[in-house]
């Protein structure tokens, strides 16, 4: 199990790739999204090892867990980044993924299709 100091460490260097990303966030808004996310992971984990004594392993044990033990705040915020970070992971620029590659429901299989 990671220490408190570790978690510590591991928010302040993604605090760091945050700094340096932010001087051109527009070529970067996903990467901004993702690593500010991780951020918020490395101080809720800080939170559960320095409260409860442990940490809580997993995106969606972790939104239970401040939902159900008294981190309502902690919660909605830790929501909207883990949201937003799916966003920009997925689907960001989908409209550039592959050639706008589309899955055929009824074959299930790959068929690319022409911008329109």
Known sequence: MARLVDHIALANKNHDALMHLL???DTFPEWVTVIAFYK?????????VHVQGRCCHGHQKRLAELKSKGYKALHSHYRALWSASCVARYLYD???????VVLSRQTHSMKSAKPK
């Open 40 to 48: 918020a992971v490395q101080i809720i984990e800080a939170v559960f």
């Open 23 to 25: 001087k051109d966030v």
């Open 94 to 100: 989908t409209k550039k993924l592959s050639e706008n």
